[in-house]
């Protein structure tokens, strides 16, 4: 793709992941390590032409470990987000970092993801052979158990049975019970320093009103935030019950809308701004070649959340808005009293925003379980390839520069060789 002249909008797409093995310095790094110290904490953000670094993050829960490595990346480089929104695992991703000190974050996210993942299967992998069919059978093998089983402090399966239990009561609504990550939240995020009024990060999280239907955003601008607003955005049904926050009752936002881009682009005050999106479902995939293809690609299909019509949209959002500021300077001043220019101008606005775009891409032996399949190892997988993708992503010096001084937006959508 090309920069248009003719609109003012600059496109730039690259290669995100080489096919090859990764660089020397980077293969001989283990991103679970503790987090490197930048050793300019605020040197780069200090130089960028923009107002503000926000950071959105798509619900997906076990893939959610991709988002912890892309923000380890940006704190190494020291892009630490002035916004974090996110909807389901990305809410509690956004939570540990609106909730610590930049210094600390890292090592909260990893403590977290340590927490929930299960370090074993009981075996060593290696015993069920190498290859793809045999990742493929040890991560059917994890995920069932902790369909069973479910995950230390995170959910836990319902005794007895959500049937057995009267209608009307929370416990028959759901398989899991979500308590145990009240505790967990506690434990990793400081809920004082979110709401804190001077807290350096604001925090956005996305759910959905049970009864109405629609689509809300628990913001640390407006209200206080707590561990239930988190758990809320991440109550997926029929296997997590809903969460019930001054006298309703809320379901995960990945039911509406799994990708935050939307809201924080159309219906929020966003100055000039270089925005990560971090989505851990793809849209782009190949045609099915059985039924657990099929099921696998229903579920990238569902939460990808036409991320890319989004931007689209956006786009043209973008466009309009800086021809209608450009059109009111034209007008004479008369006309521009009137109350249809009047109307025209609070739409118009001329801010200029990089939109990166990181999609994680999963291995062929994943599988529709891979949202819940909470081993320690595919943990792993999924934060180192968070943090690679990420770094080659701000090796491209544009992602940082501000287009058309201030008249652009750029957007950064790294493929796999499309």
Not at 82 to 89: L, Q
Not at 316 to 323: I, W
């Given at each position: ?29 283990s ?5 490197r ?27 959610g ?27 509690i ?111 956005s999280?996305?759910?959905v ?26 109550a ?51 045609f099915?070649r ?25 786009k ?8 209608v ?17 009047k ?22 032996y994943e ?52």
């Open positions: 793709m090309s920069a248009s002249a003719d609109n003012r909008i600059a496109e730039r797409t690259a290669p995100i992941r080489d096919q090859g093995a990764p660089d020397a310095a980077m293969a001989e790094r991103p679970l390590r503790k987090s110290a930048a050793e300019n904490d605020h040197g780069l953000r200090a130089r960028l032409p923009f107002d503000c670094v926000a950071l959105l993050l798509q619900g997906g829960g076990a893939l470990a991709y988002q912890a490595g892309v923000y380890e990346a940006l704190a190494e480089t020291g892009l630490h987000p002035d916004w974090v929104v996110g909807i389901s695992i990305g809410a991703n956004a939570a540990i970092i609106a909730g610590n000190a930049p210094e600390r974050r890292v090592d909260e996210l990893r403590a977290f993801w340590q927490e929930i993942t299960a370090p074993a299967l009981g075996f060593d992998v290696g015993v069920l052979g190498r290859g793809e069919a045999a990742r493929t059978l040890a991560n059917q093998v994890s995920a069932a158990m902790i369909a069973c089983a479910g995950t230390s402090g995170f959910f836990r399966p319902r005794v007895p049975n959500p049937w057995f239990h009267p209608p009307g009561t929370i416990e028959a609504t759901s398989y899991y019970d979500t308590r145990p990550l009240r505790a967990t939240l506690e434990r990793f995020i400081d809920f004082d320093r979110v709401n804190a009024g001077n807290n350096e990060t604001r925090l999280l996305g759910a009103n049970v009864r109405s239907g629609n689509l809300v955003y628990f913001d640390s601008a407006t209200r206080k935030i707590r561990p239930e607003h988190v758990m809320a955005s991440g997926l049904p029929p296997g997590f019950p809903a969460i019930e926050i001054e006298r309703e009752f809320y379901w995960d936002g990945g039911l509406i809308s799994n990708t935050p881009l939307q809201w924080i682009a159309t219906e929020q005050e966003l100055p000039d701004a270089l925005v990560f999106q971090v989505d851990l479902w793809s849209a782009r995939g190949e099915p059985n039924l657990a293809e099929v099921a696998t690609r229903q579920k990238e299909i569902q939460y990808s959340s036409r991320t890319r019509a989004f931007t689209d949209f956006i043209k959002l973008h466009k309009m808005r800086y021809a500021a450009t059109i009111l300077e034209q007008l004479p001043a008369e006309l521009r009293q009137s109350e249809e220019a109307f025209l101008a609070s739409l118009a606005q001329r801010h200029a925003y990089n939109l990166v775009h990181l999609i994680y891409r999963p291995s062929g599988g529709d379980s891979k949202d819940y399949e909470f081993s320690r190892l595919s943990m792993q997988e999924h934060w180192h390839a968070g943090y690679y993708d990420a770094m080659r992503a701000l090796r491209h010096p544009e992602v940082l520069e501000r287009a058309r001084s201030g008249e652009g937006l750029a957007t950064f959508d790294f493929r796999d060789g499309d």
